[in-house]
């Protein structure tokens, strides 16, 4: 579904922000991507949407080279990533039906389907019935909720989350980690960038670790697994 072929990016000055990195991730995974920060992971995201383009390396993502797809059909490419952030990014001045209907407007969804979808996905995301709340009447877990439901609404094969829990508290975390492994279920790639090594322990999916802009661990068997064989994980600092 991913595959990075000896990819570097180097901006203008400096050491690259990623580095000969080879990766592959097969469809279905559900993978999680730590380390510190500068260590490339926010890069890596970039390069995947096709924001960045990399150096050096080829990058692949269900089939197509990104390398080969044109600017202007850059957003016929994104239809099949769904992208959730730290900062939500909904739009304060729609209530979240019309924030989740946005994602299909501008695939050109119909009215009809779109009445019929959105809803669906709201439910989904246990939100349907606040469908004409507004974003600030909502709690932060509430509000990455929207923001999964948007990113899902248009059936993407990947799901690129950065951070999706930064801004939430514990137990709000857990929710939104535990909606993202039940569509990680349903047969879509889940990708999650984190910081939050509590999580990454106990869900035991795979690791991809990385520092100064290369892979240094990459983790295939469920992580309680290798915190039992390495006596757990040590931060570098």
């Known amino acids: ?79 099949n990533i769904g992208v959730v952030f730290q900062d939500f990014r909904l739009l304060k001045d729609r209530n979240i039906y019309d924030n989740v209907a946005f994602a299909q407007k501008v695939i050109g969804e119909s009215n009809r389907s779109i009445k019929k979808n959105v809803p669906v996905m709201l439910s989904l995301v246990g939100l349907a019935a606040k469908y004409r709340s507004y974003p600030r009447q909502l709690s932060g877990g509430e509000q990455q909720r929207v923001a999964i439901a948007r990113a899902l609404i248009n059936k993407p094969k990947i799901l690129l989350a950065d951070e999706p829990t930064g801004n939430l508290d514990n137990n709000n975390a857990w929710e939104i980690m535990k909606l993202m492994e039940e569509i990680n279920n349903n047969g879509t790639t889940v ?21 100064k802009g290369v892979i240094v661990e990459d983790s295939e068997e469920p992580y309680s697994s290798i915190l039992e064989s390495t006596g757990g994980y040590q931060d570098e600092d």
């Open 1 to 79: 579904m991913i595959k990075l072929e000896h990819v570097s990016k180097a901006y203008s000055a400096g050491v690259p922000a990623l580095n000969d990195v080879s990766l592959n991730i097969e469809e279905g995974e559900f993978v999680f991507i730590v380390g510190d920060s500068g260590s490339g992971k926010s890069t890596l995201i970039k390069l995947l949407l096709k924001e960045l383009e990399p150096t050096d390396g080829t990058i692949t993502i269900n089939g197509r080279k990104l390398n080969k797809i044109k600017r202007r059909q850059i957003p016929k490419f994104r239809r």
């Open 191 to 211: 990708v999650v960038v984190t910081h939050n090594m509590e999580i990454v322990k106990a869900m035991n999916k795979r690791v991809i670790t990385m520092q």
